[in-house]
């Protein structure tokens, strides 16, 4: 497959379909294995997946995210139950899981697959995520670099990568992902 072709499947929508009653949403906040956990642990939010999206690069992997040239953004794929968890938790979540001002990066995480973003799939995920990006706007006093658009082609990471910190990461540290947990989250690879 020739590479302008491969680039149109990776910019394509997000086709996959969340379970019956369930919606998506895509969030990218620097590491993806920190946010996970904190998304694993938000009541009615029935699954999550770390992936790359809105790159260029049909099928990409974890080394090829990390050159810095496919522009992928590592995020995490939500699924939820809007009747039991809002849109407006997932932001709330998204908003303290990181520092919004930081272009290209999340502390030590530096490069594009690090950057901020809320990636749609529904102008109603679009009005609340704009709605919530200007509040937060208020609180900081720097300015807010976060993306939000559209949510693009999700490409599922390596399964090494999936629950990491449930897992128990490189060292065997198991984190709880009961919901309402609110241990600190430490991420370490």
């Not at 394509?12 to 949403?25: M, R, S, T, Y």
């Not at 699954?47 to 810095?68: A, F, I, M, R």
Request: hydrophobic share 25%; aromatic share 12%; net charge negative.
């Amino acid at each position: 497959m020739d590479s302008s072709s491969a680039s149109s499947i990776a910019q394509g929508p997000d086709d996959d379909i969340p379970a019956p009653g369930q919606e998506f949403a895509q969030f990218g906040a620097g590491c993806f294995w920190g946010v996970e956990l904190a998304y694993q642990r938000l009541p009615g939010v029935t699954k999550t997946e770390v992936g790359y999206t809105q790159g260029l690069l049909h099928n990409p992997t974890y080394n090829d995210v990390c050159t810095g040239t496919t522009n992928h953004s590592e995020v995490v794929r939500v699924q939820y139950d809007p009747k039991e968890c809002s849109f407006d938790s997932l932001l709330d979540v998204f908003w303290a899981r990181h520092d919004p001002t930081t272009l290209n990066r999340q502390g030590n995480d530096v490069g594009t697959q690090y950057r901020s973003g809320i990636y749609y799939y529904t102008p109603e995920q679009e009005k609340a995520a704009r709605d919530s990006l200007e509040k937060q706007q208020k609180v900081l006093n720097r300015k807010i670099v976060t993306e939000i658009l559209p949510a693009k082609k999700f490409y599922r990471a390596e399964e090494y990568h999936q629950q990491y910190l449930a897992k128990g990461g490189r060292f065997g540290f198991k984190q709880s992902t009961e919901k309402g947990c609110n241990d600190p989250i430490r991420c370490y690879g």
